[in-house]
């Protein structure tokens, strides 16, 4: 807009020091050759801000799309994962009839020889949620396997239905929630907490995430701003929450309270 302003002021002074001593048929050409330099100007300026606004819709688009991709994949993935947790998880109900035999049988040494070698496979999976919904339950086992891998404490409330909402939602939605507060919780060295719930009240549902923070966060990014390097598969994750929120008539909201950090999220049942 400043190169348009300094085109205005410079046709203006042309126009009045070309003009002076110049007869009137000429004065008149020139007037309309400076007229159509700024309107070419003018012409080029908002051709130049239009283009890129639309590569900027284009480039957040193609992001998105790229994001979608993203999600559909992890959706089958965490799929995949949750068979292998729920094969798991029969494994263990076969370990717990083990070792009832064992201390029946008064070898109370091998029951908990057998117990101490298999011990990460009774802490690993003792949370695994089980809903009527085959994705909530996919990428909300997947995720607590993760950070309890990495020595977070999870914690998990949910509703068994989610009518009205899609698949594809409900995994861009949760896996985000999960995705950044394992990513906060990595950070600390300690304490390392995530408590996630899922209420529903008549036809509208209530997603709250909250994880223990070291410092806070949006003192130096209240924008939530990625931090990744990988801008395009991890730069949308606000924004994903927020389009879902808008999407279905609810709100999105982030807040620091007692050394947590929270991301409240409500959906209305369409």
């Known amino acids: 807009m400043s190169v348009l302003f300094i085109s205005v002021v410079i046709a203006g002074f ?16 020139i007037v309309i ?46 799929k995949a994962q949750y068979e292998i947790i729920r094969k798991m998880r029969h494994d263990i109900k076969n370990n717990y009839i083990v070792i009832g035999s064992l201390i029946k049988s008064g070898n109370i040494d091998k029951a908990t020889k057998y117990i101490n070698d298999n011990i990460h496979n009774f802490t690993l999976f003792a949370n695994v949620i089980n809903t009527n919904n085959d994705v909530v339950n996919a990428v909300i086992n997947y995720k607590s396997a993760i950070a309890q891998e990495l020595e977070i404490e999870v914690s998990i409330i949910t509703v068994l239905d989610f009518d009205g909402i ?42 709250s995430m909250k994880n223990t923070i070291g410092h806070s966060v949006l003192e130096g990014n209240p924008e939530l701003n990625t931090t990744k390097k990988d801008k395009i598969i991890h730069g949308f994750g606000t924004k994903i929450i927020n389009d ?8 999105f909201d982030y807040y620091e309270e007692n050394g947590y950090f929270i991301c409240s999220i409500i959906l209305k049942n369409k």
């Open 14 to 29: 042309l126009t009045l020091t070309s003009t002076q001593n110049v007869p009137g048929n000429t004065r008149l050409v």
């Open 33 to 78: 050759c400076i007229a159509g330099i700024v309107l070419i100007n003018i012409v080029t300026v908002y051709l130049v801000i239009d283009l890129s606004k639309k590569n900027s819709v284009i480039k957040e688009n193609e992001m998105l799309r790229m994001q979608q991709v993203y999600q559909s994949n992890y959706i089958e993935n965490a």
């Open 166 to 207: 899609s698949d594809i939602d409900l995994c861009s939605l949760i896996s985000n929630l999960f995705d950044n507060a394992i990513e906060a919780c990595k950070k600390m060295n300690s304490n390392k907490h995530i408590d996630f719930s899922i209420k529903k009240d008549e036809s509208v549902y209530y997603f």
């Open 244 to 251: 879902i929120a808008k999407k279905y008539n609810g709100a």
